[in-house]
């Protein structure tokens, strides 16, 4: 099993749409979890950290299942500005430093 | 917000050469410097943690000889890929943590450097 597996897309879904995605991570030990949005050849930015108790920012709502360890982001009306490629992140654990990124998920949204 | 300044934001050099990316910390102490590497549609790959004034550890398949990591002050870290060829062609980005940034919460990255390697 990958240490972080994201559904790689595309995600086409229509402006104002709802949309979810999940991001399921093997290592146990990790205590951190992040949704990060990056562009194309561009540097991922920080989207929203994950905490057990789930989280909300505007539109965009995380959340931690650590029984199932996964987490999961929602987007409600959707955006066209939302159209990128969505990474999930979690530390290492164990007291290794740096993060583990998922592959991305990637979203379009369409007019 | 903390601000990590990357250089070059492109390379492009002749297989055989080495490349330098420079990664400096503006507004706060990098204590701890992670590199990245990231081919297309794949994810941020860890190449390399590094500490202020001490040796970079690398991750498992990562040649430290090929990929030199110096990171001798708290504001300054830098990537050399010596003798670059072909499939070393890829985004490299390096993010930052330390005095003033959430430890291994809070990562502040670069912007990333597209080397091309003919």
């Known amino acids: 099993r990958k240490e972080v597996e994201q559904d790689p897309g595309p995600f086409n879904v229509p402006e104002g749409a709802t949309v979810a995605f999940n991001c399921t991570y093997s290592?146990?030990?990790?205590?951190?979890f992040f949704w990060y949005r990056q562009d194309c050849r561009k540097e991922p930015k920080l989207l929203m950290s994950v905490y057990s108790s789930g989280n909300e920012d505007g539109r965009f709502t995380a959340q931690l299942n650590r029984a199932s360890q996964y987490i999961s982001l929602l987007i409600r009306d959707s955006k066209l500005s939302d159209s990128a490629t969505y990474l999930c992140a979690v530390n290492r654990g164990g007291g290794a430093d740096g993060l583990t990124f998922g592959k991305g998920t990637h979203l379009i949204i369409q007019p | 917000g903390a601000v990590v300044s990357q250089h070059p934001s492109r390379v492009i050099c002749k297989s055989g050469t080495s490349v330098k990316i420079e990664c400096r910390s503006l507004d706060f102490q990098a204590t701890t410097m992670f590199w990245y590497r990231q081919f297309p549609k794949q994810s941020l790959m860890l190449m390399a943690t590094s500490n202020e004034g001490s040796k970079a550890t690398y991750e498992q398949g990562v040649e430290k000889d090929k990929f030199l990591i110096n990171h001798a002050s708290l504001t300054l870290s830098t990537l050399t890929v010596t003798s670059a060829h072909p499939e070393d062609s890829s985004f490299y980005i390096c993010s930052a943590s330390g005095v003033g940034t959430r430890r291994n919460e809070k990562l502040f990255f670069g912007s990333g450097t597209q080397l091309s390697v003919l």
């Open positions: 290592n146990s030990a990790s205590q951190s």
